[in-house]
Every structure is written in C-alpha cells, then in structure tokens.
T-cell receptor, first 117, second 113 residues
C-alpha cells in the first residue's frame, strides 16, 4: 500500500516552453503533497507544500509564478514549470501524506527527470 | 534553521562487512529522525525512524539510535548485502505541527560481492 506515482518519469523540453508533472497517490487520499527538487549529489530541497483545495505554500527562494502547483483533488497534484530554462533542469520528486496526527508519514514518488535544452 | 549533516560518500564495502553512516542534526527541541533509502530508479522509501531520545529504529537489519546528547542518528548494519546498494538519506521533522522534512545530502553505498 501507500504507492505514489509520478508522470512522466523523464521529459526533455525546449527552453521557453512549459512542462507539467503529475503526482498521484494510488491507494490513499493525500491531504498534503510536497514537491522537492534534487540536484546531483545534493539533498532533496523542499519547494512547496500543498493541501487539497488550497493554495500551495512555497519555501523561501522558490518562484511561485515559475513553479505552479495545483492540488485539485485528494489523489492528484501537479507541478508546472513555466517558461523553462536550462537551469530548471533537475530531478523533481513529490511525496504525499494521508495527514492527521497519527498519519504524518510521507510517501515518495519515483521522481521526474526534467532536461531543458 | 534546522539542518542535517551526514557523512560524504560514496561508501564501498564488501559483502558481509559492517556499515556505519554517520548523521548529526541541528534542531530545537525534540525532532523526529528518519533514514530513507533510494534504490536505483525508485523513489525514497522510509527505512526506519525514531521519535524521541534513546529510541532505536530498526528494519531489515539496519539500526539507528536517537542520541540527544550528541545530536546524532547514525545508521548501522552488521552485515551488508549486495542488495543494500542504494543511496541513504538522513532526515528530520521538526517538533510541532509542521510536516516538513529536512534531508541530508545522501550517502551512496555500493556493496560488492
């Protein structure tokens, strides 16, 4: 149980275009979803936290207008990288949490490799 | 702010060798501590956790003890296997209501037969 999927697993796009990444909780309802960015040989850096039906909370230094997050249902969150540039190339990972005091576990997706040319 | 520091990798061991991956943290109060493992091509999986001082988390032969006095949560395994080859991340979740996890940089472990 507690499976999280991401789609696509990898994507290549041209500079200036937008890319949407989906994160789905397959067998549970995710009250909260998280988006991380991972650079090679670096830690996962939290980009934003989203709760179903409300606006995402972005970490300091993350551009809200560039990384659009939508959490429209309890099983789906999307990250759209708008007007992507080569420096946005990275590994993007989502996680989902069922929520509640006793259910604070985060379950991670397999990640999406974005390459901007 | 809160932070996690773990030993630099990569770590290469022979099968059946003893493993230690050091992890120390900086945080106020009593954070919860975690070890996650990322196998090639897969997402992070929770390996073990500890939520209060002196707790020992254990799973699949791995152990880590929450040491408040040394602010550490070192990962150990007595006899590693080739299948343990992966990247290991130490992480903390601050005391209180926040769900946010703070990760270390990860340590890549390669176990050779």
């Amino acid at each position: 149980g507690a499976v999280v999927s991401q789609h696509p697993s990898w994507v290549i796009c041209k500079s200036g275009t937008s890319v949407k990444i989906e994160c789905r909780s397959l067998d549970f309802q995710a009250t909260t979803m998280f988006w991380y960015r991972q650079f090679p040989k670096q830690s996962l850096m939290l980009m934003a936290t989203s709760n179903e039906g409300s606006k995402a909370t972005y970490e300091q230094g993350v551009e809200k207008d560039k990384f659009l997050i939508n959490h429209a249902s309890l099983t789906l969150s999307t990250l759209t990288v708008t007007s992507a540039h080569p420096e946005d190339s990275s590994f993007y990972i989502c996680s989902a949490s069922p929520g509640g005091q006793l259910l604070r576990e985060q379950y991670f997706g397999p990640g999406t490799r974005l390459t901007v040319t | 702010g809160d932070s996690v520091t773990q030993m630099e990798g990569p770590v290469t061991l022979s099968e059946e060798a003893f493993l230690t991956i050091n992890c120390t943290y900086t945080a106020t109060g009593y954070p919860s501590l975690f070890w996650y493992v990322q196998y090639p091509g897969e997402g992070l999986q929770l390996l073990l956790k500890a939520t209060k001082a002196d707790d020992k988390g254990s799973n699949k032969g791995f152990e880590a003890t929450y040491r408040k006095e040394t602010t550490s949560f070192h990962l150990e395994k007595g006899s590693v296997q080739v299948s343990d080859s992966a990247v290991y991340f130490c992480a903390l979740r601050s005391q209180g209501g926040s769900e946010k996890l703070v990760f270390g940089k990860g340590t890549k472990l390669t176990v050779n037969p």
